[in-house]
Nanobody, 123 residues
Framework: VQLVESGGGSVQAGASLTLSCKAS????????MAWFRQAAGKDREFVAR????????MYGNSVKGRFTISRENSRLMGYLQMNDLRPEDAAVYYC?????????????????WGQGTQVTVSA
């Protein structure tokens, strides 16, 4: 599966953004999907994960209550709704997919990645 992110941009603190992840291939519905982010000089960090049918989600502690992950398998799309953005949320955001993930917070367990989309948040 190939993944392409979009929707990044520059916003002020407190604003909202929705990131999109477009997948290729009808097998997308068999993959779990996740969002990770990587700020300059830091490791890639787990943000959120959603299961194949969208019934199970998981979030990193730093985004709980502010971010929402979702997907539309019929459109081969995944989303990350980000509310109340903070300067510390600034990073390149990556979409990832994998058929079966035991430890979704470990980036090494995800086999398919997009190129990333930049999010900048000013104070």
């Amino acid at each position: 599966v190939q993944l392409v992110e979009s929707g990044g941009g520059s916003v002020q603190a407190g604003a909202s953004l929705t990131l999109s992840c477009k997948a290729s291939g009808r097998s997308f519905r068999y993959y779990s999907m996740a969002w990770f982010r990587q700020a300059a000089g830091k490791d890639r960090e787990f943000v959120a994960r959603i299961d194949q049918i969208g019934g199970g989600t998981m979030y990193g502690n730093s985004v709980k209550g502010r971010f929402t992950i979702s997907r539309e398998n019929s459109r081969l799309m995944g989303y990350l709704q980000m509310n109340d953005l903070r300067p510390e949320d600034a990073a390149v955001y990556y979409c990832a997919a994998q058929g079966s993930v035991v430890d979704p917070q470990n980036r090494n367990n995800w086999g398919y990645w997009g190129q990333g989309t930049q999010v900048t948040v000013s104070a």
